[in-house]
């Protein structure tokens, strides 16, 4: 598996849907140039059964690496809207993630997942704001994504599906360039910090503790004398 601390000279990037699947894959070129390439997979037509699209899927995604090598694949993660989105929904967006980690992990490939919220903000330069006129939050659009990812490479792109995925592959490629290595994902560095003041907390406590444990701690029978026998 791509050792975090490489750069990936291949990308792969999916933004997974039950309708279409979008897909992005970059690359370095030997001449230190690089090539990026995009598109998408109609899910629909295959049958409506969550069977048929998983086993589509998985059969797409196996070849699609096989004729794209990459060293690291990123997932959006799933976004699901509370009240909206059906549990039948739920199972196939995330039923098609288990088997995009599953693939991955049996052919040892990394994988990152990034949250929109994340790819929105570094695409558009905002995910949510309030309107200065309304005052209610508004939202950056699929449309904002897919606007912004034609300007930044001169494409004239139509399915925010397969845009999606540029922008994904654009996140991590940027974190790269910035830091040479690929970053841990959020809910990881937050569970690091979280472990870090965990320590942190306990050393202070063992710093004012230890000495009043000494102080108010059981005492050893002195030496010499034998406990009575009664």
């Not at 994988?111 to 929105?120: A, D, F, K, M, N």
């Not at 309030?130 to 508004?138: F, G, H, I, Y």
């Not at 599906?161 to 910035?178: Q, S």
């Not at 979280?194 to 444990?213: D, I, S, T, V």
Request: proline share 4%; charged share 25%; net charge positive.
């Amino acid at each position: 598996m791509t050792d975090a601390a490489t750069t990936p000279q291949t990308i792969g990037s999916l933004d997974l849907s039950g309708t279409r699947t979008g897909w992005a894959w970059w690359r370095r070129l030997p001449d230190g140039g690089s090539e990026l390439k995009s598109g998408w997979i109609d899910m629909t037509s295959i049958g409506s059964s969550h069977e048929a699209r998983f086993d589509f899927f998985a059969r797409w995604f196996s070849q699609w690496l096989k004729d794209h090598p990459c060293e690291l694949v990123v997932l959006e993660t799933p976004m699901t809207t509370p009240g909206k989105t059906t549990n039948a929904t739920l199972e196939l967006l995330f039923g098609l993630k288990a088997f995009a980690r599953t693939i991955c992990f049996r052919l040892d490939i990394a994988l990152r997942e990034v949250v929109r919220t994340e790819v929105t903000k570094a695409t558009v330069g905002w995910a949510a704001r309030k309107d200065r006129e309304t005052n209610q939050m508004v939202y950056a659009s699929k449309d904002d994504v897919l606007q912004a990812i034609n300007a930044r490479h001169g494409l004239h792109l139509t399915v925010h599906d397969e845009t999606d995925a540029i922008a994904a592959l654009d996140l991590i490629r940027a974190e790269i360039n910035g830091t040479w290595a690929v970053r841990k994902p959020r809910a990881e560095v937050q569970a690091d910090k979280r472990m870090e003041r965990a320590m942190k907390r306990n050393k202070a406590q063992n710093a004012l503790l230890g000495p009043l444990a000494k102080m108010f701690g059981a005492r050893p029978p002195a030496r010499g004398r034998r406990p009575s026998k009664g």
